[in-house]
């Protein structure tokens, strides 16, 4: 019998049923993710976010599943071609393809060859052919021959010659190995096993597609590509570059009509008893089992299999894309500090925002520093002034077009005015100018020019990047591999999700934050986040998290959702600027009545707090879980899981490409991490990449564990191609730049995509790659 959704899920989950059939009774309620994996334990079992978002996932996807088969039962059925064996093997397929595969004969279809020739009256040609070998094709073929007629029925086909009606024998017997969901299935896992992506230029294109230039004469088991390079090589193919075909190892090449018999079409002859016996039919029914390989089933697994690669490519692009994002907006902020945003331009000049502590904009300005105009002094004289009169203590400059050159105009200012005690960071400037367009920044800077929100943006994305980059579609932040080539359904949902989960596990201060912020809480909706803040407004501060009931259209089941993860700073009960949910206030009250503790007096005692035994206070409401939480949320009330703020130093005098040299360890910050390593900032207006082999001295599997967007790292420098804007890097300190004129394989090279998955699986004794090892992963990240 097959597993029910539930069993399923708690297979893949390795966990219990009854905490799968919790967590889907709470999903379907309404409750979202982050309330779930935090205030729902002792229903889940303790299932976490991270448990519950694959949960939620495949839940769609097995919902979905269920539906297509009842859709296809129903479909067969009312076909009256349903029996029982069919009803079972269709009731116990364990996923999509299966279920496709079953349904193949029986999918409503357009006219075909086949049916052409059942119409004319051939299928019992076609049987006999198959039953009995022993008959000569030509011969029987001879019984077959009629003239076309018309009848009530319509138009009925007429057998020509024999030459007609053995190919119309043919078209039925093809069809019919063809849709054998069972031989299909042994087919996809032999091409699946054996099949070999290969890309070569196409001609003429060599130039134009030289950022291809890996891919023009590649090959890989489709098993091993990994997600960077399928994106690729689909990529050169959709541009027209690249003619990329599938085709197996015991081949030279792709199909041919004369290349030998191969393992497929074996398989074919062997399912249903062709065998060469020198009888008259044999060669008949072999050619046509070559014919069922070459004409129908090759090319329908060529397209499924390249479209599975290519989902599976998307999926793990997806993946990225949520890792960069969540360690982006869990990027340590630099607080409440007045900070001085610089969006750097040249002939446009440099926008210049100031916000205070709060991030209200307090001054603006464009200055004209860079070429033509050349105003350095000018603009180091307002700078200073703005900088004096707000106190400001942080400059955040965007890395876009005169980044470094903006960078050095700060350095002057830092260095002219020493009294100001100024630090300056480098911020990636991504999606600023779609925030700058986009309605909310109109409502929110009415009365700005376009070109200074941006400076806005990068201002405060440094002082809370959380709370500002929520305010961007999360695809415009430029941290995803080939974002533009993947699902953007999917995209969406999966970066959705990220940015709930990091807004909830850091919380919100319900009296300061934004409404894009406020809507990504848990339970609140966009228009609810907007009368939250339209209410403030009216009324003024809340003064507890009770206060929310009388937001318009704020119901019960929304605050049990959302009241948790919202802060309310100062107010008179502590417990509302904590992660103590309401609903368990009582319980806190109870706690404290038994230790005889006032609340201000317990909040922070962590020797007190530890000392308390969750299990005491347990009952039938709140379990050793959730009182185990509230323990430690009391030690810490509101405490930020983000990481101390702190900042990279880029090396003086290193401005620009041309200035790196080999064995130059340098301090960046990571700005991408994808499948085949890291890209970092060193200050040259050209990331480099540090190769997943050059992440660390053991073996990388995936880069992520390693290092993450934001990171400040120390890096060596191994190798420069200024032509091409690649630089090499590694973060194994230890390690040596080539010396010039070694060869390729010297260094590790995989320039030859053959080689490719071997370096892959030796990376951990590999020296790190240089050069051209690196081209293959130096495709463009950004879509």
Known sequence: MLPTIEQRLAIELAAKPVQVAAAIALLDEGATVPFIARYRKEATGGLDDIQLRLLEERLRYLRELEDRRAAIISSITEQNKMTPALLDAVTHAEDKTRLEDLYLPYKQKRRTKAQIAIEAGLAPLADNLLGDPTIAPEEEAAKYLREAFTSDDGNNPGVADTKAALDGARQILMERFAEDATLLQSLREYVQEHGIVESKVVEGKQDEGEKFADYFDYSETISTVPSHRALALLRGRREGILDVVLRLDTEAEKPKWDAPHNPCEGRIAARFGIKNQGRPADKWLADTARWTWRVKSFMHLETELMGALRERAELDAINVFALNLKALLLAAPAGPRATMGLDPGLRTGVKVAVVDATGKVVDTAVIYPHQPRNDWDGSLHVLGALAAKHNVSLISIGNGTASRETDKLAQDLIKQRAELKLTKIVVSEAGASVYSASEFASRELPDMDVSLRGAVSIARRLQDPLAELVKIDPKSIGVGQYQHDVS???????????????????????????????????????????????????????????????????????????????????????????????????????????????????????????????ARYADDKFGVPTITDILKELEKPGRDPRPEFTTATFKEGVEEIRDLRPDMILEGVVTNVAAFGAFVDIGVHQDGLVHISALSNTFVKDPHTVVKAGQVVRVKVLEVDEKRKRIALTMRLTDSAPQPGSKPEQRGDRTDGKRLAQHQQKQDRAPAPAGGSMAAAFAKLRG
Not at 505 to 528: F, I, M
Not at 558 to 584: C, I, K, W, Y
């Open 488 to 614: 953007q359904t999917q995209l969406a949902r999966s970066l959705d999700a990220v940015v709930e989960d990091c807004v909830n596990a850091v919380g919100v201060d319900v009296n300061t934050a934004s409404a894009p912020l406020l809507a990504r809480v848990s339970g609140l909706s966009s228009s609810v986040a907007q009368a939250i803040v339209t209410y403030r407004d009216l009324k003024g501060a809340f003064t507890s998290r009770a206060d929310l009931k009388a937001v318009p259209r704020l119901g019960e089941k929304t605050f049990e959702q959302a009241a948790g993860f919202l802060r309310v700073m100062g107010g008179a009960n502590p417990l509302d600027a904590s992660a103590v949910h309401p609903e368990s206030y009582p319980l806190v009250e109870k706690i404290l009545a038994d230790i005889k503790k006032e609340m201000k007096a317990v909040i922070g005692d962590a020797s007190l707090l530890k000392t308390l035994n969750p």
